[in-house]
């Protein structure tokens, strides 16, 4: 197992205007959860974001947009954030998390300086129908594809705990192997009186298991991150991820709820006996 635990920030640059159904996401306007919505962040506010990843020990920060996918004003707009960041912070990992696009939006983000670019499948083929009706999963793949094609790390995940079955959750993980990411977001899926999804959560014993599971299916290079729902399902047994196969987390605030504070999940790390991964690390 690495010793070794790797941090990605999130920077949530464009919130709560989504036209979706995903009925996962408190982001899709129609069930109007109590959210802020905005639909810019200031460019200031990012790079002082930014700033503070990277004190917090961040090798990446992702800039995430609500929405389907990119249009020609809001892939300005991620490319005005990120020429921003990379201006002050030039070496942390720039991840793009902005739904579907095409290659060539894809290759124009690589060309601003954009290194990767998540995501997420959240589910199988089978299930995605049952809780997203106005996209469909296939779309998720083929943009997935295209961010190898255009020459961006790709990392995708998914959400577990929304009623998909045991069937559904190794169809998500043997699909994630194939493509072969650089990284892979392990989402649990927190409850909101707003959304369509009333499942119970899942135990941590089941969350670890799934965590265990994952790194046996997902390539051993591809890194395995512990995203939304860490402190909500595991609680006071959040180190025990690492153990389990995690190598890597969010820290700090997530897209519309809030994370740890960054200082005690360092000190989680350090008392778990992990140490976290430095920019050395990160170039292996």
């Not at 990605?8 to 995903?22: L, P, Q, V």
């Not at 705990?161 to 072969?180: K, N, S, V, Y």
Request: glycine share 8%; hydrophobic share 40%.
């Amino acid at each position: 197992m690495n010793k070794k635990i790797f941090l990605c920030a999130i920077s949530n640059i464009s919130s709560g205007s989504c036209n979706e159904d995903c009925a996962f996401c408190t982001q899709a306007a129609r069930y109007k959860a109590d959210i802020e919505r905005y639909y810019h962040k200031p460019i200031e506010t990012i790079v002082e974001e930014a700033k503070a990843a990277k004190s917090n020990g961040a090798h990446g920060m992702c800039l995430v947009t609500a929405g389907k996918g990119l249009d020609d004003k809001k892939l300005a707009f991620v490319i005005e954030a990120c020429k921003a960041v990379k201006a002050e912070v030039s070496d942390l990992l720039l991840i793009a998390c902005n739904g579907t696009a095409s290659l060539e939006q894809l290759q124009a983000l690589k060309a601003a300086g954009i290194d990767a670019y998540n995501h997420n499948l959240e589910t199988s083929r089978n299930y995605y129908s049952k809780i997203c009706t106005t996209h469909d999963w296939d779309e998720r793949l083929e943009t997935c594809r295209d961010v190898k094609k255009a020459g961006l790390a790709l990392i995708t995940g998914g959400i577990f705990g929304m009623g998909e079955t045991e069937a559904d959750r190794l169809d998500m993980l043997h699909t994630i192997a194939a493509l072969d990411p650089m990284s892979v977001p392990l989402n649990f899926f927190i409850p909101n009186d707003a959304l369509p999804i009333k499942e119970n959560p899942l135990s941590v014993d089941e969350a670890l298991a799934l965590i265990s599971l994952a790194r046996k299916i997902i390539p051993s290079h591809s890194r395995i991150m512990i995203a939304g729902g860490r402190e909500t399902t595991f609680k006071e047994r959040q180190s025990d991820i690492f153990p389990a196969g995690a190598d890597a987390i969010v820290i700090g605030n997530y897209l519309t709820t809030s994370g740890e504070e960054p200082g005690k999940d360092l000190k989680m790390i350090r008392d778990a006996g992990y140490e976290v991964a430095g920019p050395e690390d990160c170039r292996e």
